[in-house]
């Protein structure tokens, strides 16, 4: 059974190799604790450079009940996006992550257009360091995802082109 | 390729992108170091590790597949496809794909396979190989791409803007997912201890496929397991920013369990890696995490393209592997190569690249593959230097050669430094006999 | 205090074609109070031939240079590549040799032993002229010569560092600085066409800067260059730096 075969060939290989450690804890990376007063313009930045946009509504009240933005369709020029509750966003990279209890149905955040995704503001972490161990605290049920800015390729002469399968406008807002 | 120039500037752009962005890391090489020791740690341990994944994956609900080889991983795929009456495939990104010809292997059953992946797509209508494993069609100008579009998508003709391109693969590539029965993806990291694994897109063709159809199967070599979730965070900090000098992927997708009534499968291949565990002097090789920036770094690559090097990846790990799977073969690639180190810097993993060229070299000798015309060069060359009076006699000869041969001689068609290069001179005096003069010299 | 003993390791092809070099190289070990000898039985370090894959070649070779340099304080040469060779890659041929260890300790690249051993705080020598630096491969990512541009730590060169020791000197930066000339040892004769398109760019950002001379560490890449050079007309000078540490260019 190729199974086996394939497992008994490694360890005749392995059984002679040096035991090697893993590295020491992550504790050696200096991440900073997020300075809540620039954290959130630092992720804005970081949406901004994958191609999107984030708009910080964490201080504005009246515009947002529940998980409802009144007017979330004037930020898509008329569209209706479709809308995402992530977990938690990465500072470092702009991803938002998504899982099975924001949506059971994966198509949401591949097959639209428009993706709006709301990101509580108090959750936002610094590297993807953190991110993993929030997600070993919180498990993963199916599926995860981060997700990072618009769908998008430089396949053609290395020029940056958005919405290349998947959303082509992706908004992120600080709730 | 005509263009090397182009290319070489296109790929040398993608490198200083990598710069900026792992330079902004002041952790960076602690980074690439911790990824060298999670690797070398997990080779060690593969075949517990492998154990692992497979006890959590099946627990998981996903079906576990082991192959041998190339051949049996794609009987395995074609009996899942033929058993669902699957006549439709999407598949995004997998080397591992390439490597054992599944497309065309597919197609001789009836099952019609679309890759996904724009640079990807672009290839295959061409019917060619992908020159890079992270940017495909990078040997391609975007005209080339605009009469292609022309031709196989109905796009207007002479319109070759990248966006205007690009939206119309958008649609064409809608239409195969939506018609699609299934989706293939490959394997960027599986990890342990979870029993999930990670595909990381920038379009989000492996999320689409897998989103739209209810049969995934997702590709894996042996090596891409990680012990951990907590290994994901250096790996992902590693590889987009390796790759195109991004923080991370679009899409960075943790597959754990098959959606509500639809089936997970994995199939993980051997297909000569454990063969490689076995080379101690290429072993690392196993460490590769596919980001394509050796590739971007070697100066012979950039100004040869990646259809140049005859094997399925190329660049400097190409090289290294292809030796690998058959050296007589594949080996040549390794003298492609000026041994600049460069690759052996930029690896994500800390990969001694250029060392494991060299080390090829070395059994590719010893196997009698040189050819024997420059065989008896090198031993007609160190017979010679090996006294001091054989050497004198050696730059002796080539001395009065160069003074006293016509040009016509010196530089015919046998004199390949010549073609477009001037030969070096003789100096009136060589060292030792200045030297001789200089101690006898009165002070 | 005797001075301490110094074999002057001078690769064959420099011998022979760029002898102005290893006189630089010897002027400047004396300069700075070191007995130089150059035992004249040596021949080649084996390098092109280890490089190639034909260490049976190389074996012989190798033998002989631990023959002909044991026994002296230091070994300097002015060649980067075929310092490497003799101390990353010469265990397989002679690790068990009792003179190796020493020898492998002890042997150096010119610009690594005077900025890590003589550290000098000038040359006494003006080279009034603009120069841009070529950062060959092997002196920079084998020996460690600087930082290369690949890797995320601060950036430092050696050689910069002390070409900054001569007098009036303008130092110019150039782009890909440290990217492989293109000459690679036989890599030059098997991939001529890329091999000479390497050396083409390198000359073309050298120009760019429009410096009067392009400095190397090693004079296989100069060779390479310059031969592209002459063919192409080129204005641009090629030069080694130990002839303008020692201020004995003509």
Redesign the interface.
């Known amino acids: 059974m190729s199974r086996n075969k394939i497992l008994a060939a490694i360890r005749n290989h392995t059984a002679s190799m040096q035991v090697a450690p893993l590295p020491d804890r992550l504790e050696i990376y200096e991440s900073q604790k997020p300075d809540l007063h620039t954290s959130a313009t630092q992720f804005a930045k970081a949406v901004q450079a994958a191609g999107g946009e984030c708009i910080d509504l964490s201080h504005s009240s009246g515009t947002i009940s529940g998980s409802k933005i009144s007017n979330v369709e004037d930020y898509f020029n008329g569209h209706t996006p479709e809308i995402l509750h992530a977990h938690f966003a990465v500072i470092e990279n702009g991803a938002c992550w998504i899982d099975h209890h924001c949506t059971d149905d994966r198509t949401r955040y591949t097959l639209p257009e428009h993706l709006a995704i709301f990101v509580p503001n108090n959750t936002l972490v610094p590297t993807m360091h953190e991110a993993y161990a929030h997600i070993q605290a919180l498990g993963i049920e199916d599926f995860g995802l981060f997700l990072s800015g618009p769908s998008k390729t430089a396949d053609i002469e290395q020029s940056l082109v958005l919405g290349a399968q998947g959303a082509m406008v992706t908004k992120v807002f600080l709730i | 390729m005509t263009d090397?120039?182009w290319h070489?500037r296109a790929l040398?752009f993608v490198r200083q992108k990598r710069?900026s962005a792992?330079?902004s890391?002041?952790e960076?090489?602690a980074l690439r170091r911790s990824a060298s020791q999670i690797k070398a740690h997990t080779m060690a341990h593969l075949a517990d590790y492998l154990e692992l994944f497979e006890k959590n994956a099946t627990q998981n609900g996903i079906h576990v597949h082991w192959a041998a080889d190339a051949t049996e991983h794609n009987r395995i795929i074609a009996d899942i496809l033929q058993s669902r009456q699957v006549k439709n495939v999407v598949k995004s990104k997998s080397m591992l794909t390439e490597e054992c010809g599944l497309n065309p292997y597919l197609n001789t059953k009836g099952i019609e396979v679309v890759d996904t992946d724009l640079g990807e797509r672009i290839v295959q209508l061409r019917h060619e190989a992908p020159s890079h494993i992270v940017l495909p069609a990078i040997h391609l100008k975007k005209e080339e791409v605009g009469s292609l579009f022309e031709q196989e998508l109905g796009t207007l003709p002479g319109n070759s803007d990248p966006t205007y391109l690009t939206h119309a693969a958008r649609k064409h590539l809608r239409e195969h997912f939506l018609s699609a029965d299934a989706a293939i993806t490959g394997v960027n990291f599986a990890v342990a201890e979870e029993g999930l694994f990670v595909v990381c897109t920038n379009e989000g063709n492996a999320d689409l496929g897998t989103a739209i159809t209810n049969l995934h199967i997702a590709s894996m070599g042996i090596e891409k397991i990680i012990p951990s979730l907590e290994h994901l965070g250096i790996f992902t900090r590693l590889l987009a920013r390796s790759a195109t000098g991004q923080p991370i992927t679009t899409y960075t997708s943790h597959f754990k369990r098959p959606k509500e009534g639809g089936e997970l499968h994995i199939v993980i291949v051997d297909n000569g890696r454990s063969a490689i565990l076995g080379q101690t002097d290429t072993a690392q090789a196993l460490h590769c995490i596919r980001c394509g920036a050796c590739m971007n770094?070697c100066?012979?690559y950039r100004?040869?393209g990646g259809h140049s090097y005859g094997y399925v990846i190329p660049g400097p790990i190409g090289s290294t592997l292809g030796a690998s799977r058959n050296l007589e073969h594949f080996g040549k690639a390794v003298?492609?190569?000026?041994?600049?180190?460069?690759c052996?810097?930029?690896c994500p993993a800390r990969i001694d690249l250029h060392h494991q060229l060299?080390a090829?070299?070395?059994?590719?000798?010893?196997r009698g593959y040189?050819s024997p015309k420059?065989?008896r060069l090198?031993?007609i060359?160190?017979w010679m230097?090996?006294?001091?009076v054989r050497?004198r006699i050696l730059?002796g000869i080539?001395?009065w050669a160069l003074k006293l041969l016509p040009r016509s001689i010196l530089y015919s068609r046998f004199n390949?430094?010549g073609?477009?290069?001037?030969?070096?001179?003789?100096?009136p005096?060589?060292?030792?006999q200045?030297?001789k003069e200089?101690i006898h010299e009165p002070k | 205090m005797p001075k301490p003993r110094v074999a002057?390791f001078?690769p064959?092809?420099?011998?022979?074609?760029?002898?102005?070099v290893?006189?630089a190289t010897?002027k400047l070990l004396e300069h700075f109070g070191y007995e130089v000898h150059?035992p004249?039985?040596?021949?080649?370090c084996?390098q092109?031939?280890?490089?190639?894959?034909?260490?049976?070649?190389?074996q012989?070779?190798a033998e002989?240079f631990v023959e002909t340099f044991r026994g002296y304080d230091y070994i300097v040469a002015p060649s980067a590549s075929c310092v490497g060779m003799v101390r990353n890659?010469y265990k397989p041929y002679v690790g068990s040799h009792p003179d190796y260890r020493h020898i492998q300790s002890t042997v150096y690249e010119i610009c690594e032993f005077l900025h890590d051993v003589v550290k000098p705080h000038s040359f006494g020598t003006s080279f009034p002229h603009t120069v841009t630096l070529h950062q060959s491969?092997?002196g920079l990512?084998?020996l460690e010569l600087g930082v290369?541009?690949?890797?995320?730590?601060p950036f430092y060169s050696k050689v910069l560092h002390l070409l900054e020791k001569v007098d009036d000197i303008t130092l110019l930066p150039m782009e890909?600085a440290?990217?492989?000339c293109?000459?690679?040892?036989?890599?030059?004769?098997?991939?001529?066409e890329?091999?000479?398109?390497?050396?083409k760019?390198k000359l073309d950002y050298a120009e760019a800067t429009q410096a009067e001379y392009l400095a190397g560490f090693d004079s296989s890449c100069l060779?390479?260059l310059?031969?592209?050079a002459?063919?192409e007309n080129r204005t641009v000078k090629m030069v080694h730096v130990a002839e303008i540490f020692a201020g004995t260019l003509q």
């Open positions: 090397t120039r070489d040398w710069d792992a330079k890391l002041p960076w090489e770094t100066p012979t100004r040869s003298y492609k190569c000026t041994l600049c180190a460069s052996t810097n930029i060299y090829w070299r070395k059994t590719y000798v010893e040189l420059k065989k090198y031993g060359g160190s230097l090996r006294t001091p050497t730059f080539s001395k390949v430094w073609r477009t290069r001037e030969l070096p001179s003789f100096a005096k060589s060292f030792a200045l030297y200089h | 002057l001078v064959c092809y420099i011998n022979t074609l760029f002898p102005h290893a006189m010897m150059y004249d039985a040596q021949t080649c084996g092109p031939f280890a490089n190639s894959g034909a260490h049976g070649d190389a012989p070779l002989h890659h491969c092997h990512r084998e290369s541009s690949e890797l995320a730590l890909r440290d990217e492989c293109g000459f690679g040892g036989m890599f030059s004769i098997h991939e001529p890329i091999s000479t398109r390497m050396g760019d060779m390479h310059e031969g592209i002459r063919r």
